[in-house]
């Protein structure tokens, strides 16, 4: 999902802004295109088993609307962190923020005085 967001160019909206903007936004956007896209799958199972799209949209109602509230911000609070460090290393770089996780910080702070 989030690979076919970025393809279509849905995510660059807010990136000149404050990193909070554009996170928030992609975990907004992605965890609803993910949500959408088990809409669809819950529909289309409906159809191979027979049960027609009213099978599928049984299926969904039988959810209910607290639980379909609950995956979705569960979704959006998951998806906080990833698209939070993938805008930190687009800022910084990716070199330096595997450097900031991967490297000793002895190591670290040598590259940081060298430069």
Do not use: C, N, W
Request: net charge positive; aromatic share 12%; proline share 3%.
């Amino acid at each position: 999902m989030i690979l076919i967001g970025e393809m279509f160019g849905f995510s660059r909206r807010f990136e000149e802004r404050p990193l909070i903007y554009p996170v928030l936004y992609k975990s907004v956007l992605f965890g609803v295109l993910v949500v959408l896209f088990g809409v669809l799958e819950r529909l289309v199972e409906g159809l191979i088993h027979k049960e027609g799209l009213a099978g599928g949209i049984r299926r969904m109602a039988e959810l209910g609307a607290d639980e379909f509230a609950a995956r979705m911000l569960i979704l959006v609070v998951a998806f906080i962190p990833f698209f939070a460090f993938g805008e930190v290393g687009r800022v910084l770089g990716m070199k330096k923020l595997a450097q900031m996780f991967f490297a000793t910080r002895d190591a670290a702070h040598v590259a940081e005085v060298s430069r």
